[in-house]
């Protein structure tokens, strides 16, 4: 329903009467495209629907405006619409580009891509940053908000999600962050972001039982092979804020046990550096660490 809906926002069949308020001045916000062209016309039938597919592909980014030479002469003639199907662009008012005759389907995508590019993300990025700064300030309540409001422009926007996950994960509703994050939409469900918070719910899961880090380093001060004191002592430390020491710990035990647990080290090394963006630089020494480790 929702796409439908906006389908019949973005591709309009367009008149002389109506052109300077669908395409002249809708232009201002979002880049038209202009398809001249007729019925009796072959490449148009061609055409027309390459062109309706890769404007819905943009959902909202870009609109088409379809206008019948042989009913709206008057803008095709100003426009000098010699032949058709003739399409033209038209950004902030103004025609940007355009071709005449049709195009195979991939030249059409990218042509479409071009125009959507020309206008942004409408602001969805800043808006990101924002919510990501909220987060970095403990704010969790208004970056959920924030991220919420992209949701419901870009649905299917990974950061925003990641986000809106990791800000559940930040109000210590646990429950909560994982409903979202099974609640993902199928075509981002396996993007990075995701996957990144996915790890995140685990590692705090597992943070709600950690011990004290003092008892902890006691105990593995007091026997170096207690790998179990050790893991935990590792779970301590990422729960408190001290990724660097956890790994350093999660190491340790790899370097003197690596089958320990079921390669419980390994696995939990794997955990964190999912949880971490992938140029962080923990993230990336530990994962040359462990590589050192395993062909040693």
């Given at each position: 329903m929702a796409q439908a809906a906006q389908a019949q926002r973005d591709?309009?069949?367009?008149?002389d009467a109506g052109f300077m308020k669908d395409v002249v001045e809708a232009s201002q916000e979002v880049p038209v495209i202009v398809d001249f062209w007729a019925t009796w016309c072959g490449p148009c039938k061609t055409l027309g629907p390459a062109l309706e597919a890769a404007v819905t592909k943009q959902k909202g980014k870009v609109r088409l405006v379809k206008i019948d030479?042989?009913?709206?002469?008057?803008?095709?003639?100003?426009?000098?619409?010699q032949s058709i199907p003739t399409v033209y662009a038209f950004w902030q008012g103004q025609p940007v580009d355009g071709f005449q005759g049709a195009l195979p389907a991939s030249q059409v995508d990218q042509f479409v891509q071009k125009l959507a590019d020309l206008a942004g993300d409408g602001g969805l990025g800043e808006a990101i940053e924002a919510a990501e700064a909220m987060l970095e300030e403990g704010a969790a309540v208004d970056a959920a908000q924030t991220f919420a409001a992209i949701l419901q422009e870009e649905p299917e926007n990974p950061r925003a999600y990641a986000?809106?996950?990791?800000a559940m994960i930040l109000a210590?509703?646990?429950d909560q962050a994982e409903a979202i994050l099974n609640g993902a939409p199928a075509s981002i469900a396996l993007k990075p972001e995701l996957e990144a918070v996915r790890a995140q719910i685990a590692l705090a899961r597992q943070a709600a039982k950690a011990g004290p880090v003092e008892e902890l380093t006691a105990r593995v001060a007091a026997d170096p092979a207690d790998h179990q004191a050790r893991f935990d002592l590792a779970t301590a430390l990422h729960a408190s804020g001290r990724v660097q020491e956890a790994v350093d710990q999660l190491l340790e035990i790899f370097r003197r046990d690596r089958e320990?647990?079921?390669?419980?080290?390994k696995a939990q090394l794997f955990q964190i550096f999912d949880a971490l963006p992938p140029k962080d630089p923990i993230a990336l020494a530990g994962r040359r660490k462990l590589s050192s480790l395993i062909f040693a």
């Open positions: 591709i309009i069949d367009g008149t030479v042989d009913k709206n002469p008057a803008f095709a003639g100003q426009l000098r619409v986000g809106l996950v990791r210590g509703d646990l320990w647990n079921d390669g419980a080290a």
